[in-house]
Every structure is written in C-alpha cells, then in structure tokens.
C-alpha cells in the first residue's frame, strides 16, 4: 500500500510560477517511478513529468522547457517546479506512483488544483 499527498497548488497569474510536491508513505521500497497527471474538466488524465527514482525523467511536448520534475529520496518526495504558466495549464494536477514490475498497480494522490488566470 502507496500512501500520496500532493501540496502547493493554489491561483497564479500566466507566465507566474508555482511548485507542486508530492510526498510517498508506505511499500515505497524498490523501483519504481513517479509522475504528475494534470486532469482538465471533461479530459483524461495526461502525464506531463515522470521520473524514476535513479533520476531518469520523461516530459510532455506541451511542457518541455517550462516545466521540471525532481526526486528528493532522502525525504520520499517529488516535485513538479511550473514556471511560465499558460492558462491552458489550468487543471487538477494529481501525484502518480507505480513499482516496475509487470502488473503493478497505480497508486494515486488526491490531487491539487493549479489555477492559471489573470
């Protein structure tokens, strides 16, 4: 069992920044890899940032050069640090987390709402 909190969501104005975390509690030893899934009403979840817990990090087209995820395995945590917001990058952004093995399931947060608007 994968316990996730994300923090730090909140209204930001476009080209602001924000910094999301997502902190891991409980079976979290061994590989696995962690990603942020931002949700818009009526769309499906979309990653936008994974990483692994050696380092290795994947991003979306739509936020390459804007935004950067990061592992911190001392504190079981991640980030997702936001810097020129677009509205478009309205959504609820929620805290994946899955071991790499086959069939391993998918462990959720609750999710942080991010807010872009002027």
């Known amino acids: 069992q994968v316990q996730l909190v994300e923090s730090g969501g909140g209204l930001v104005q476009p080209g602001g920044s924000l910094r999301l975390s997502c902190a891991a509690s409980?079976?979290?030893?061994?590989?696995?890899?962690m990603g942020w899934y931002p949700q818009a009403p009526g769309k499906e979840r979309e990653l936008v940032a994974s990483?692994?817990?050696?380092?290795?990090?994947n991003y979306g087209d739509s936020v390459k050069g804007r935004f950067t995820i990061s592992r911190d395995n001392n504190e079981n945590k991640v980030d997702l640090q936001m810097n020129s917001l677009k509205p478009e990058d309205t959504a609820i952004y929620y805290c994946?987390?899955?071991?790499?093995?086959?069939?391993?399931?998918?462990?959720w947060g609750q999710g942080t709402q991010v807010t872009v608007s002027s």
């Open positions: 994946n987390f899955k071991m790499v093995y086959w069939g391993a399931p998918n462990y």
């Open positions: 990483i692994t817990r050696t380092g290795g990090t």
């Open positions: 409980g079976s979290t030893f061994g590989a696995n890899m």
